[in-house]
């Protein structure tokens, strides 16, 4: 069973999520783009601030404050669902278990 997280964290968190079979899924620039236009629909709707992100082609760092259970639901379907409709596909992209940070407040990005 997969660790549960408070729909509600509210915390500075680090967020690591690998692709299923480490496949890649950022095939060109216009898929990075929407991935992050999602990132912007959800920063207006749910608030959260997104402080760094690392896009690499079969996976993903964020490091961000605010709802993160509505936000990587929220993204993950969304995405998927886009990525398969443009290249003809079905299923799951995503890796099932995910492991989410805590930062420490004193924690410093260097970027």
Not at 9 to 30: A, C, G, M
Request: glycine letters at 8%; aromatic letters at 12%; zero cysteines.
């Amino acid at each position: 069973m997969g660790r549960r997280y408070e729909s509600n964290i509210r915390s500075f968190v680090s967020y690591h999520q690998s692709w299923n079979e480490r496949k890649t899924i950022f095939l060109d620039e216009p898929d990075r783009g929407k991935f992050l236009s999602l990132i912007g629909e959800y920063h207006d709707r749910y608030g959260i601030v997104l402080h760094a992100y690392v896009l690499m082609d079969n996976h993903i760092i964020l490091e961000l404050r605010g709802n993160l259970l509505k936000v990587m639901h929220g993204l993950n379907i969304r995405y998927t669902g886009y990525f398969n409709r443009k290249n003809g596909r079905v299923g799951h992209l995503f890796q099932a278990d995910t492991r989410p940070s805590l930062l420490k407040k004193t924690a410093i990005l260097f970027l």
